[in-house]
């Protein structure tokens, strides 16, 4: 069965503190790793990383898909409390649906 | 761009009521809509994927009588929720993905989400 797992679940940190998120994965037709962040509301799209060892960055954001060992990792650089949200790490599997996983919340405390 | 609206944002309804909630794509065109359900502090669900023309292909335990799915055009797809219950209450959102033309390979893989619509049933 397909599974993305995150951890850690759940994160409180100072801001100004760099945090890392990180997502590991199973699953049996891989496509892509999308993060998204989301607020009060629907989710946001962050990035999409297909191919192995390329770092994605915008902004203080930042996130590298390692497929051999089959995890990624969304930094975030001199967090802000606009920072604060749930994080989740999605998958796509060939059949272009997508797997979340539980989503790692994050709390930036001033 | 990529903007997908949702309507309405809140809905409250007595119980055995039917309510349907639109999924829009503002900025492009979406052969492929998602509809998805998330309870409190849980992720999200996938409920069914929706595409243009042709009927929805729902996941296991959804109820495809229960929850209707239309996908009329490229660019609106609509979801039923028939003769509500209270335990139907939960945060329901839509995403959209592109079609080929409109965003080549990493455009249609990537989905873009509504803001979501509460519907609690009393």
């Known amino acids: 069965e397909d599974k993305v797992v995150q951890s850690p679940l759940s994160l409180v940190v100072h801001e100004g503190d760099t945090v890392t998120l990180n997502c590991s994965y199973e699953?049996?037709?891989?496509?892509?790793l999308l993060w998204y962040k989301q607020e009060k509301k629907a989710p946001t799209f962050l990035f999409m990383l297909?191919?192995?060892?390329i770092e994605k960055k915008s902004g203080r954001l930042s996130s590298i898909l390692d497929k051999k060992e089959l995890f990624s990792i969304l930094n975030i650089t001199a967090t802000q409390t606009g920072d604060s949200a749930v994080y989740l790490c999605?998958?796509?599997?060939?059949?272009?649906?997508?797997?979340f996983g539980q989503g790692t919340r994050l709390t930036i405390n001033p | 761009g990529a903007v997908v609206s949702q309507h309405p944002s809140r809905v409250i309804c007595k119980s055995g009521t039917s309510v349907k909630i639109e999924c829009r794509s503002l900025?492009?065109?979406?052969?492929?809509m998602f509809w998805y359900r998330q309870f409190p502090k849980q992720s999200l669900m996938l409920m069914a994927t929706?595409?243009?023309?042709?009927?929805?292909?729902?996941e296991q335990g959804v109820e495809k009588d229960k929850f209707l799915i239309n996908h009329a055009s490229l660019t609106l797809s609509t979801l039923t929720v028939t003769s509500a219950h209270p335990e139907d209450s939960s945060f329901y959102i839509c995403?959209?993905?592109?079609?080929?033309?409109?965003?080549?390979?990493?455009?249609?893989?990537?989905?873009?989400f509504g803001p979501g619509t509460r519907l609690t049933v009393l």
């Open positions: 995403s959209a993905r592109k079609s080929w033309l409109a965003g080549g390979w990493e455009g249609t893989d990537t989905q873009y």
């Open positions: 699953v049996t037709n891989f496509r892509s």
């Open positions: 297909t191919s192995s060892g």
């Open positions: 999605a998958l796509i599997q060939g059949a272009q649906k997508l797997v």
């Open positions: 900025d492009f065109q979406a052969t492929t």
């Open positions: 929706s595409n243009e023309g042709s009927k929805a292909t729902y």
